[in-house]
Structures are given as C-alpha cells and as structure tokens.
C-alpha cells in the first residue's frame, strides 16, 4: 500500500508513521519525497497493517492499495517523473542525456581521445567498461579497478560525469568511490544481491534490460533498488534475444513508452547493442528520441577497427558528430533540448 501525505506536510508527522510503520515485522516504509507532498511507500506484506488505523494519523491524506507488483517504480506510487541528477547533469528532464565512449577502457590516449570528442559533440557522460561481462573468457576482460580510475582521470580532465558497469558486490565501495553512475549490465539484471548492494550505494544506479527479461520483471528488478532506498535508477533498453539474426539483438523501442506509462522512472535507450550495426545506431537513436526516450548510450571509439571489445558496433568520432546533427531536429520536434 502507499500512504499519501497532505501537501507540505510537517517532517514530525512524516516521522510518526514511518515509526509506526517500523513496529510491524516484516515491514518496511520507504519514503518517497516529492516537491510538494511526501508518498510512503509500505513494502512487506501489508495485509497486518489495519488501512483505517493509519490512515487516522495527523498528516495522511490518504492510503491506498498499489495494484503492480512493483510498487515503488509505479506511476501509482509516484507520478512525477524521476529526475536524476550528477555534478549538474540530468537525467529524465527537458534535456537528453547522451552517454557516449568506447564499449571498454583500454589505455589513457584511447579513452582521452575519445573523451575530448564526445564532450567536443555535446554528450555530457563518459561509458567505459572497466570490468567487462565476456561471453568466452578468452576474449578480453577489461581493466579491472585500474580502468576504473581512468575512466575516472578521464571524466574529471574533461568535465564529464562518468559510467561504468559493475559486475562484483565486493567492488560496490570501490566503483561508488571512483564512478558517478554505476551500470548494471544485461547479464547482472536479476543479480538480486548485486542489485541490493547497489540498492545502498548512494550513487545513480542504470539498469539495462536482460536479453531474455520482460517489462515487467524489468521493472521489478529496478524495484530491487529502489526498495533499498536508493531512488536514483535510470533504465536503459538494450535490446533483447529473438529469431532475428539481422541484428546483434531486437531493439524494443516500445519500452520507452510502455515505460513512460508505467513508471516514473526515466528510460535511456542504447542502440549499439540494441543493433551491434553501427549504420543502424543512428536511424535507431532518431526513433528513441522520438518514442520519448531521455537519452542515447552510444558506443564511440577513435580506431573502431583496433578495438579490443565491440570492434564491430562502434562508431567513429566523425559518425558519433554526424549522429548529434542529426538528432537536434529529432529532439526539437519532441520539446527537448540536447
Ligand atoms: C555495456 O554497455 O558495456 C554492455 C556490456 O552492455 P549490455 O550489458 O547491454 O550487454
Ligand atoms: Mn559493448
């Protein structure tokens, strides 16, 4: 169930049913602050919780089932939109995020290279995989925590705001540390204990979508996250495994708008793995914007034939400046600025 506070309601009254709610085993109140009212949001199972004896606290406006099994990532729940915001960047606002760089940190001149060109084109955060989830382990696994604190050097020499996939709960400390966004990676998206670890973190968290994982247990993953009291989750549409053997993976660009309907939370599109072709990375980034989507994750790389990860899908520097051309009329259309 949530509990909807009366507008402006006082801190001392919001804290009286967060205790209340506290006294029961088993439950847990999340509290989720809007500009102008409070929501709490009971997650446990709600059923030893009398409805009218709460709802007869000073301060609640209202108590109301939640009908999606995931709550605190429902519109239900919270139907302003979630912005999330670092160092001055926002992500869910009138202004798309592009998240641009190489599919892996590799070496300092690779990643400055691509860092100075991404920020040259407008995009305001910098990816680079440090710890890369690998199909075969023969295949190049990244730099481990010293890509890391390049990506890092990288981000701050350049004036962006970084991000990079995390694989291990043993590295939550290390990654929140060093990196502004933590990813979850396809692959890790029903990892419930790395999902719970991020869930503590106090840093912006992106979720991408499990090759084989639906909308809705996409959202209940995010759930996971949120339930630990981290509100700062960014979604992200990859792609996911079908019998089409065109494209690396079907890109769903449905799932902005089934999103945007569903959930307050904000929904970024990443069409190099969505398609692993770059000539279709940026008729697919015109078609995300247009669905609504609040921003790109786009694979750039300064030699895409000498990469050592994604070789295949990566645009090159002029393409990526070509892709941002073109997308200024798309955003436009939409009301958005880039
Ligand atoms: C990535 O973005 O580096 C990546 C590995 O993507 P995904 O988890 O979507 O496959
Ligand atoms: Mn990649």
Do not use: W
């Not at 899908?313 to 880039?338: C, R, S, Y």
Request: with cysteine.
């Amino acid at each position: 169930m949530i509990i909807v506070m009366q507008r402006h309601a006082p801190k001392d009254q919001i804290e009286r049913v967060l205790n209340e709610i506290k006294r029961y085993e088993g439950l847990n109140p999340v509290p989720l602050h809007g500009t102008e009212r409070t929501v709490i949001a009971v997650i446990g199972d709600e059923r030893i919780l009398d409805e009218r004896h709460i709802a007869s606290f000073p301060g609640v406006s209202k108590v109301m089932p939640v009908l999606h099994p995931y709550k605190l990532a429902s519109r239900e729940t919270k139907f302003e939109r979630t912005v999330v915001k670092i160092k001055g960047v926002s992500i869910g606002s009138d202004t798309i995020a592009i998240m641009a760089g190489p599919c892996a940190v590799e070496n300092e001149e690779q990643l400055d290279i691509a860092a100075s060109a991404v920020r040259k084109a407008g995009a305001m955060i910098l990816r680079g995989g440090a710890f890369k989830p690998r199909t075969t382990p023969y295949s190049f696994q990244g730099l481990g925590r010293k890509g890391v604190t390049m990506l890092e050097a990288a981000a701050k020499k350049h004036g962006l705001v970084s991000i990079s996939e995390i694989m291990d709960v043993r590295d939550v400390d290390f990654m929140a540390n060093h990196i502004d966004i933590l990813q979850i990676g396809a692959r890790n998206m029903q990892n419930f204990d790395l999902l719970k670890e991020v869930g503590k973190a106090k840093k912006p968290v992106m979720l991408k979508r499990g090759l084989s994982a639906t909308i809705k247990e996409f959202l209940l993953a995010a759930e996971y996250i949120l339930a630990q009291g981290n509100q700062d989750v960014i979604l992200c549409e990859r792609g996911i495994r079908t019998f089409e053997d065109e494209t690396r993976n079907t890109l769903c660009i449905a799932t902005v708008p089934i999103v945007k309907e569903i959930s307050h939370l904000p929904i970024i599109v990443d069409p190099s793995h969505g398609t692993g072709k770059p000539y279709l990375v940026t008729p697919m980034s015109r078609a995300a914007i247009a669905a609504g989507a609040d921003g790109l994750m786009i694979e750039v790389h300064p030699n895409p034939d000498s990469a050592k990860c994604d070789a295949d899908q990566a645009l090159t520097i002029d393409d990526f400046n070509n892709l941002i051309k073109e997308l200024l009329p798309i955003a436009k259309a939409v009301g958005k600025k880039l």
